[in-house]
């Protein structure tokens, strides 16, 4: 069992940054490939960034590719988001979530892979 809780979020003005991180318990990390979703109003959940378990392989949305960047400090159980010229349409509800299924090796977009997931932390970009 994987617990998630994730920080960092707020109100920022386009343009700005922010770093999310994503604090696990239960398990060690390095096991698991990780991931970053995010759930605008109204909108379906989208991936943004996933990092495997070593962190040497990332991917990233078109969107947000350029802009963000995921990496991992598995000493301290804990994976973050650096968001940097954030825009009005970043704004939404950030997930963390885990896949423990390959172990850490391949990274996945699909958020169905991802079996523990966090409450979420609000990102609000204002124009």
């Known amino acids: 069992q994987v617990q998630l809780i994730e920080s960092g979020g707020g109100l920022v003005q386009a343009g700005g940054s922010l770093r999310l991180s994503c604090a696990a318990s239960?398990?060690?990390?390095?096991?698991?490939?990780m991931g970053w979703f995010r759930q605008a109003p109204g909108k379906e959940r989208e991936f943004v960034a996933t990092?495997?378990?070593?962190?040497?392989?990332?991917n990233y949305a078109d969107s947000v590719k350029g802009r963000f960047t995921i990496s991992r400090e598995n000493a301290k159980n804990t994976v973050y988001l650096q968001m940097n010229s954030l825009k009005p349409e970043d704004t939404a509800v950030y997930h963390c979530a885990a896949d423990g299924s390959t172990q850490g090796r391949f990274v996945s977009r699909f958020s169905g892979d991802y079996g523990y997931w966090g409450q979420g932390t609000q990102v609000t970009v204002s124009s």
């Open positions: 239960g398990r060690a990390l390095s096991n698991y490939v």
């Open positions: 990092i495997s378990g070593s962190g040497r392989t990332t």
